[in-house]
């Protein structure tokens, strides 16, 4: 069977993250500018090559201030650091529709391994003829593994913001 390319459908996808804020709080955000694509072998996911790759600097908080400081060397350095990729090494089906995800994510110039549980939404034919998947991708990573350390105590105790990120990522592919 030959190999099969999906390429992200950007309009219908989102790369989203929440962190702690004041130790009670989340405050979200997302990358806007990304790319993915997956090769199968037909319609079949199990073990499918996947690639992302992210701009760092299309983070977005909803807070510009926030964001620059986000983009600033305090974090993610986005001028020395421009890109974010992630890299499948395995992508496993653990029950209908439930697949583990594990592979190798760069930020901030570290590279590390990361396991993230995927919900398979199916394939359809959208009104175009197009053929359509779509995943909805879960996890968490401490930022600290990657080099992202800044922080500032908090009078009360505690600190500023949390080190565990919560990932939440919607991927819609179009079958090539």
């Known amino acids: 069977m030959s190999a099969t390319?999906?390429?992200i459908d950007p309009s219908h996808s989102e790369i989203g993250f929440k962190v702690k804020h004041m130790m009670f709080?989340?405050?979200?955000?997302?990358f806007q500018k990304f790319d993915a694509y997956?090769?199968?072998?037909?319609?079949?996911?199990?073990?499918?090559?996947?690639?992302?790759?992210?701009?760092v600097d299309s983070i977005t908080t909803g807070n510009a201030?926030?964001?620059?400081?986000?983009?600033?060397?305090?974090?993610?350095?986005?001028?020395?650091?421009?890109?974010l990729t992630f890299?499948?090494?395995?992508?496993?089906?653990?029950d209908e529709g439930e697949y583990t995800l594990k592979g190798d994510l760069t930020l901030h110039g570290v590279t590390k391994p990361v396991k993230?549980?995927?919900?398979?939404?199916?394939?359809?034919?959208?009104?175009w003829g197009n053929t359509k998947t779509g995943f909805s991708i879960t996890g968490k990573i401490?930022?600290?593994?990657?080099?992202?350390?800044?922080?500032?105590?908090?009078?009360?105790?505690?600190?500023?913001?949390?080190?565990?990120?919560?990932?939440?990522?919607?991927?819609q592919f179009i079958k090539q």
Do not use: C, M, Y
């Not at 926030?66 to 983009?71: C, N, Q, T």
């Not at 009360?156 to 080190?163: D, H």
């Open 38 to 55: 997956i090769e199968t072998n037909g319609d079949d996911f199990e073990n499918a090559k996947i690639e992302f790759t992210g701009e």
């Open 116 to 127: 993230l549980d995927v919900e398979f939404g199916g394939l359809a034919k959208d009104p």
């Open 25 to 30: 709080t989340n405050v979200s955000g997302s």
């Open 142 to 171: 401490n930022r600290k593994d990657w080099g992202l350390n800044w922080n500032s105590a908090l009078e009360a105790g505690g600190v500023l913001v949390g080190e565990e990120v919560k990932l939440a990522i919607e991927l």
């Open 87 to 94: 890299s499948a090494t395995s992508f496993t089906k653990e």
């Open 65 to 83: 201030d926030r964001d620059a400081h986000l983009l600033s060397a305090d974090f993610f350095d986005a001028a020395k650091f421009p890109k």
């Open 5 to 7: 390319k999906w390429v």
